[in-house]
């Protein structure tokens, strides 16, 4: 392989960082690779996210006004593949993201590796290298067999940064295709807020909270002093107190963020999958031997509902000093 | 897709409500990557003939969630992922695809591909009145041979090759604090963050 080609999600020309993410590391890989850069931008606002991303490395910023839900990208990601040649395709490991990589692979017959943390090239070879099993084992996997491969890349992981970019936009023709998939409505049921995948610091509850108020006040005042988001346990989803889009764990999210603040939550071995590679772990909990104590950095017992207030308002306190 | 050993689970679906059963057991497709499972499994599915396929949305190993955009893919059906709730209905099958801030409402004529998230039912216990008749059916067995691919798939035709397996470095105990009050709890984990730089 040789050129890195990134899929961009957005939403009405707002890019996920994600995204943003998976553009950054395209230049880094395809300098490796010794080929160029390419990202890939389709569906309304397409016009938009692709002047965003004029300030990020790329050598070409390819724009599809289709508006077919997922079929619509995965053509332009298959038209701007098939134009450059051998080409690896990043896509953020997110549900959007998925669709796009996994039908692009099927449709290529090519390689996909999921929830990407890191890369290795050899010539014009490229390795993924991902946890697997909630974090018990590190796997690595050689793209091979076809000009083209597919990696999945967990957010946060990569660094998204701006540059001096001079890439070129071009305009993808109009296929004219009908979609075969129709959009009916899109029902906003919480507030667009930053997703616990992407946030840097998360702060979840769990079956400790007791209800669903903690996570629309206590939990979520903490997470917005730090800039971060709200996250839960399976067993909190489970009770309806917040939405399954919050859950970090099995048969929810997978997360790295920098920080992460369980609340409430014992750490049973479901959730313990989707955080474990959190970079730093604090829990606050009634119970000092909760299981969470196994491998959590700072365990503080004692009662969620006083300490979380209190904290909120020193980080805050502490943020002004700074600001 | 399974080796033999997965027919007891395969029997499980059956009590549970399934008509029929078709497994895939054969070494030629054991080992196979996201595309080989993909080309193996809409092989087999296909020649089911089905209006519906549905789907999880992820394994609880690999979780990789992209099989089911896969199958649909070479299946060439449409593919609606994430569902919470689905409905058909007059030719179409109409779901709420869970988003990162509520759902969407999609549709699609059929036949086509569902995947399901936890969200879309409480799987039924099996009664003991299916077990019974599920011992009784019969799980049609196919092997590779019968599914006429053209391409190889198994460890030798994947397309993502495992070269490494690493165990990562065990996270160890960290320090346990008493919060007597709220104060002392609040403070004994600011003074954290200013260690790690967090604030």
New interface residues.
Partial sequence: MKNVIAFIEHKHGTIRRSSLEAATHARTLADQLGGKAHAVVAGPGAAQAAETLKKYPLDQIHVSDEDRFIDGAVDAVEAVAKAAGPSLVLVGNTMIGRDVGSRFAARVDCGINADVVDFKTDGGEVSCVMPKLGGLVITTCKLTGSDFGVAAIRPNVFAAKETSGAAQIVQIPSSGKASTVTVEDEIEEAAAELGVEEASVVVSGGRGMGGPEPFTTILKDLAEAFGGAVGASRAAVDAGWVSHGHQVGQTGKTISPQLYIAVGISGAIQHKVGMRTSETIIAINKDANAPIAEFADLLVAGDAFAIVPELTKLVRDAKAVHA | MTPVSGKEIVRKALAMGADDAVMLSDDAVAGS???GT?VALAATIKAQSPDLVITGTQS???????????????LGF?????A?KLEVEGGRV?VQR????????????LPAVVSV???ANEPRYPSLKGIMGAKKKEIKQLAAADLGLT?AVGTG????????????PA????????????????????Q???E?K??
Wanted: hydrophobic share 40%; no cysteine.
């Fill in positions: 990557d996201l595309w993909a609880t190993d690999a979780i990789s969630g992209d099989l089911p955009g896969m199958i649909a893919e070479k449409p593919g609606l992922t994430y919470r109409r869970e988003t990162e801030t509520g759902y969407m409402t999609i549709s699609a004529a998230t936890k969200s391409v035709g994947a397309k993502a090759q495992l070269t490494d397996l690493a165990t990562p996270r160890s105990k960290g320090q346990v604090v008493q919060a007597p009050d709220a104060a002392e709890g609040a403070k004994a984990i600011v954290f963050l200013k790690r967090f604030l």
